[in-house]
């Protein structure tokens, strides 16, 4: 069935009983040309783009829990292309333009919003590293903004601007960036996949991976055997659990990210702010909670929770940017497993085994990535060559030092 | 989250920093670049359960601590001087 408001306006009319469930639930076959581990996001786009632009379509992507259940449906939600190092650049500025034309792709309502993002500057050093971002952004062909602090007073009124310990300098204004509504991106890119005659399959679990002489063969699952051509690792926090499987060790440690929403609240924020002096970041969803978080709890952990300390630390930090937040209610807190790479950066490549591939490590920024992180791993899986938005996202670059530190802190655990 | 610092006892673990995985500990030797760095500074097992890992008691005794602990129910199990497990008297 094609969405649309006539549509809306045909099943209120009808009682709502004409819908139908957006995808199907079928049983998994014995076998498939793509099995993709992994129904995140990401996993999702993948089988997407393979049906859409590579005309595969005996693919199955396997998930252990339910579609969406994993970080896709737990992060805040911020999408962006204000990164600056070479390959991330052109990487995040084609997830920008794929999320521009989603919508009208996926025909769903993922209710991506360019409500524009500031990230803050409190000094002039700062000032200079973001008019240099702003710069790099813009050579990419992206929007940019450099705002003074007056600029920022008429955005943003609220905040404490003369704080006397980070007061605000002014702010990196990037228009285009946003939100989106996270769920309905991996349900708007299941129901895609769905109709190209994907297999989405839930509550299976990937247990093991076949390899016979070098080349991938299938995978053991909660559901039995399935025999693969190929087989993709999607697993985003799991990641090296599941490439273990392969007897593989990633360049990843999987740490705990928390995030916090207060009772919804009549319109305040308008656009996403992040502090440049504290670990907070802040903005407003549509239901009118304000949705905020801050740093990874920084130790290895697989609990989906984090505790106390960074919780308080993302409060504090928030108290001192604009003191009003103070009197909201906090409604709740969750965790979600990232796959912090020791560069800070993604991986999208090959493996030394034929026919398996990985997509992992994406620290705490793989929403934004969603789009072209399915669009490029399906174009590596279809045709054994890495999309040109995506040839510096490779495993062997750790051991190469060709490492994509866009923070500049170092390729080593614990730095990002 | 309570730390028991072998030296001070125990402790809040804001007083502390987590490193990372108890790799750090075994630096390479080599002079050059060997697949041993690649070891030490990046690759991982990252288990779902029980790791070893490095912590620094900054707001304490300043020492260096081996942690084992559960990484699903963040337990933890047992810690250790790190200077004790080199010197191999643990
Ligand atoms: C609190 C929080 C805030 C965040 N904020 C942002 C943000 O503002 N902007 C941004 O860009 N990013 C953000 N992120 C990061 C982003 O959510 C992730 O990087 C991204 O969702 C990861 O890709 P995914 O959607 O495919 O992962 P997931 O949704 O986690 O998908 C992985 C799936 O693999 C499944 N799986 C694992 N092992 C197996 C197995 N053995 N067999 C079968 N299935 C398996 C899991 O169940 C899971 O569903 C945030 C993350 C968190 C937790
Ligand atoms: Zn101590």
């Known amino acids: 069935m094609r969405y649309s408001g006539w549509q809306v306006i045909k099943q209120g009319l009808s009682g709502n009983r004409g819908w139908k469930p957006a995808w199907r639930d079928p049983a998994p076959k014995a076998e498939y040309d793509v099995v993709i581990i992994g129904g995140g996001g990401h996993g999702l786009a993948t089988a997407y783009y393979l049906a859409k632009e590579h005309g595969l379509t005996n693919i199955a992507v396997l998930e252990k829990g339910y579609l969406g259940g994993g970080n896709v449906g737990r992060n805040t939600t911020i999408v962006r292309a204000n990164y600056g190092l070479e390959g991330n650049s052109q990487f995040y500025s084609h997830s920008l333009k794929l999320w521009e034309g989603l919508e009208q792709d996926l025909n769903y309502n993922v209710m991506h919003s360019q409500r524009g993002i500031v990230n803050l500057f409190h000094s002039d050093g700062q000032r200079d590293a973001y008019a240099r971002r702003g710069n790099m952004m813009m050579a990419q062909g992206d929007d940019a903004i450099l705002l003074d602090r007056e600029g920022c007073r008429k955005l943003m009124p609220f905040l404490d601007y003369d704080q006397t310990r980070f007061p605000i300098f002014g702010g990196l204004y990037h228009k285009r960036g946003g939100t989106a509504r996270h769920d309905a991106v991996a349900w708007g890119y299941a129901r895609g996949a769905d109709q190209r005659g994907v297999d989405l399959i839930q509550k299976c679990e990937v247990t093991g991976i076949d390899v016979e002489n070098g080349k991938v063969v299938g995978v053991q699952t909660s559901r039995g055997a399935i025999r693969a051509k190929k087989v993709a690792m999607c697993a985003a926090g799991r990641s090296g659990q599941v490439a273990a499987m392969a007897g593989m060790r990633l360049p990843i440690e999987s740490t705990v990210l928390q995030a916090f929403v207060t009772e919804g609240l009549k319109p305040v924020i308008d656009n996403v702010i992040t502090y440049g002096m504290g670990h907070f970041y802040i903005s407003q969803s549509d239901k009118g909670g304000l949705v905020f978080g801050g740093d990874i709890d920084f130790y290895a952990s697989y609990a989906s929770r984090g505790n106390l300390p960074m919780m308080e630390h993302v409060m504090e930090a928030g108290m001192t940017l604009m003191p009003m937040i103070g009197k909201a209610k906090l409604l709740r807190s969750w965790g979600g497993i990232m796959d912090m790479s020791s560069d800070g950066s993604p991986i999208i490549d090959k493996t030394h085994i034929d026919g398996l591939y990985v997509n992992a490590g994406w620290c705490y920024g793989g929403f934004k990535a969603t789009p072209a992180s399915g669009h490029c791993y399906a174009h590596l899986i279809a045709t054994d060559r890495p999309h040109e938005a995506a040839t510096r996202h490779r495993l062997d670059r750790f051991n190469t030092g060709r490492i994509m530190d866009e923070e500049s802190k170092g390729s080593q655990h614990n730095l990002h | ?90």
């Not at chain 2, 490193?19 to 690649?38: F, L």
């Not at chain 2, 942690?67 to 001087?81: A, K, N, P, S, W």
């Open chain 2, 1 to 90: 989250m309570r730390i028991k610092c072998p030296l001070c006892g125990d402790r809040d673990s804001r007083e502390f920093t987590p490193m990372g995985h108890e790799t750090y500990m075994n630096r390479p030797d080599d002079e050059g670049w060997s697949p041993a760095w690649d070891n030490y500074l990046h690759l991982r097992d990252n288990p779902a359960g029980i790791t070893r890992e490095m912590w620094y008691h900054g707001a304490g005794c300043t020492s260096w601590l081996r942690v084992e602990r559960d990484t699903v129910t963040h337990d933890i199990l047992r810690v250790e001087l790190a200077a004790d497990v080199k010197r191999g008297n643990s």
